[in-house]
């Protein structure tokens, strides 16, 4: 079965981003990935992810437990699945406590102030 010619490609999906007449349309995301690396070296993605693991790494310093983080980060905004939320935030807080601990650099500066 072929796809339609305005059909995003596999992998991507569009968000309200690329609803006409809305900041960013037209503007693609990359597909939303619950579980990443815990460890390895920084990628673009990190980089990228920096105020995602800022927001989760205060939100645990605060007391948040791990289900509280999902339903507040992931749930509804990138999966509709609790169990997809909850392995979300799970895998983006390890790799946020990975890098902070082996000094990824935007997350030290941050936490600096």
């Given at each position: 079965m072929s796809r339609p010619a305005d059909a995003p490609s596999p992998g991507l999906v569009q968000g309200d981003a690329a609803r006409p007449g809305v900041a960013g349309a037209n503007e693609i995301r990359p597909a939303f990935w619950p579980l990443i690396p815990r460890t390895g070296p920084p990628s673009e993605r990190d980089y990228r992810s920096t105020a995602l693991y800022l927001r989760l790494l205060m939100a645990e310093a605060n007391g948040a437990t791990?289900?509280?983080?999902?339903?507040?980060?992931?749930?509804?905004?990138?999966?509709?699945?609790?169990?997809?939320?909850?392995?979300?935030?799970?895998?983006?807080?390890?790799?946020?406590r990975w890098l902070f601990e082996n000094d990824f650099l935007p997350l030290m500066w941050a936490m600096d102030d």
């Amino acid at each position: 079965m072929s796809r339609p010619a305005d059909a995003p490609s596999p992998g991507l999906v569009q968000g309200d981003a690329a609803r006409p007449g809305v900041a960013g349309a037209n503007e693609i995301r990359p597909a939303f990935w619950p579980l990443i690396p815990r460890t390895g070296p920084p990628s673009e993605r990190d980089y990228r992810s920096t105020a995602l693991y800022l927001r989760l790494l205060m939100a645990e310093a605060n007391g948040a437990t791990e289900c509280e983080i999902a339903r507040d980060v992931f749930l509804n905004v990138k999966t509709n699945s609790p169990r997809l939320a909850w392995l979300a935030a799970r895998s983006h807080l390890e790799r946020a406590r990975w890098l902070f601990e082996n000094d990824f650099l935007p997350l030290m500066w941050a936490m600096d102030d």
